[in-house]
DNA sequence: CGGTGCATTGATCAGAATCAATGATCGTGG
DNA sequence: CCACGATCATTGATTCTGATCAATGCACCG
């Protein structure tokens, strides 16, 4: 998912003037909504990073001073037990936005799954931005909403889903996602472990494992290049990930 | 969806002129940013309605019309998989809002657990008011951030927690609960029969009931006069929802 | 090449589900 | 007022899905 190596692009002159403009991910992320002005205002509060696989992004616990935008790579939100038992809460990727469940203290930690970039901005500045921007506010309540129902989706599937269901499930919303960035739905891209899959479908890395070669060998899926997965038959995919 | 079975409660004096300065949830509810004026204004938009045991008030997939604040009793959120296998993904109370997890279509089914009052807003009415006072919907960002994070608890829950530490997990949740409505934590009033209790934590009625005389073997809990629950050392409790 | 980390596969186990029966509670009507 | 039925909760016996324990395979990289 741009995975940029080594070197970072080179600006160009609209980005220097007004980066956001130029912004790749900007009509799926929380700047939808601004115009070229406010989008040269939220470009000065905004400061972009990059990260490595497994580098920390936030801290449960800590204090939530930064607030994130994804713009590249792939984000993994946890929470851990006491006795390191972990449950990944969502993936979050292009467009997404990082720091809304946010009180005083981060309620949970992330962590790049791939190289990472993001936009990150100062909480009480954006909040500054949000007081002006009656808009901006109401586009993250729009976000959030929208965070609501998904996790009200996950609920479902750790609740009251097999784990074949699960893992099907967890297919065809990377392959939905994948869809809205403007891509394919079909060979979809896995960039994280099974550890990571397991920990966010509640189960162990050897029972997705399995799941995925039982799938495999009932041809509901085929290995791409590159680890890809295709899904050859997505309609009945559907079916099955909801249970009929 | 509007099922007001028999009677509507007769208003009071105050509450003709301006019922929700006297409403009793205020002060938790969205309303809590609100002063005499705009309090007004929210109580022009607003009816309030009744509900029995059982009855729905909202159904998954229908036209979000309306939002709803709770006013009394216990809400069940659900949502439902074709072959019936059910997910609570919250039981709400006084002050709690229902509907921000909301786009064209309501996202889940609610249902009275017990006798319920709402407060009804058309959604495109609310919608106005939102736009006129920013710090309404600033109360609404608010209220929904607070949503994702007992959402992504009720993940880790779902995901990683035993029966046991599942059940306890919910029982302390009910008595902070209690705590925050000014109530007192230790015997806990549970409305929700035990088939709500498995629906919501990802388990069957047998195992919650299996785990409730567990508990009170152990000394952990104990049943009081009316199906109360009293909890004697809620630390120790926390340690066990903890997973230590 | 050998090491390290990740994925797969196998054997066994355990926690919770399922199937089944009994018990408690409550509302209703005789 | 009691008896009956209905609903819900509890308990027991058994099964089964997914976890755990363990070994092997595979790819990447110094």
Redesign the interface.
């Known amino acids: 998912m741009d995975v940029n190596l080594n070197r970072r692009p080179v600006p160009k002159p609209d980005m220097i003037s007004n980066p956001c403009a130029a912004c790749s991910v900007r009509d799926m992320s929380i700047c939808s909504v601004l115009n070229g002005d406010e989008l040269r205002e939220i470009a000065s509060i905004a400061t972009t990073l990059e990260f490595s696989p497994h580098d920390p992004i936030i801290d449960e616990g800590e204090p939530a001073e930064f607030l994130f935008n994804v713009t590249g790579g792939t984000v993994r939100?946890y929470?851990l037990?006491?006795?390191g038992?972990?449950?990944i809460?969502g993936f979050l990727c292009n467009g997404d936005f990082m720091g809304?469940?946010?009180?005083q203290n981060y309620?949970?930690s992330a962590e790049a799954v791939d190289r990472v970039k993001v936009c990150r901005f100062a909480r009480n500045r954006l909040e500054t931005l949000?007081?002006k921007y009656?808009h901006l506010?109401?586009r993250?309540?729009g976000m959030?909403?929208?965070?609501?129902?998904q996790?009200?989706?996950?609920?479902?599937m750790?609740?009251?889903?097999t784990a074949k269901e699960k893992i099907v499930t967890f297919l065809l919303s990377l392959s939905q996602r994948q869809v809205k960035v403007g891509g394919k739905a079909s060979p979809v891209a896995l960039p994280m472990s099974r550890t990571d899959i397991a920990?966010y479908?509640?189960l162990t890395t050897e029972t997705v494992s399995r799941t995925f070669s039982l799938l495999k060998r009932d041809h509901a899926i085929r290995i791409e290049e590159g680890g890809m997965i295709s899904l050859p038959d997505i309609d009945s995919l559907q079916q099955v990930a909801?249970?009929?």
């Open positions: 939100l929470k037990l006491p006795d038992r972990r449950q809460t809304i469940a946010v009180n309620a949970y949000l007081d009656p506010e109401k993250m309540l959030a909403s929208n965070e609501l129902i996790a009200q989706d996950q609920m479902m750790l609740g009251r889903k920990d479908l509640g909801d249970g009929y």
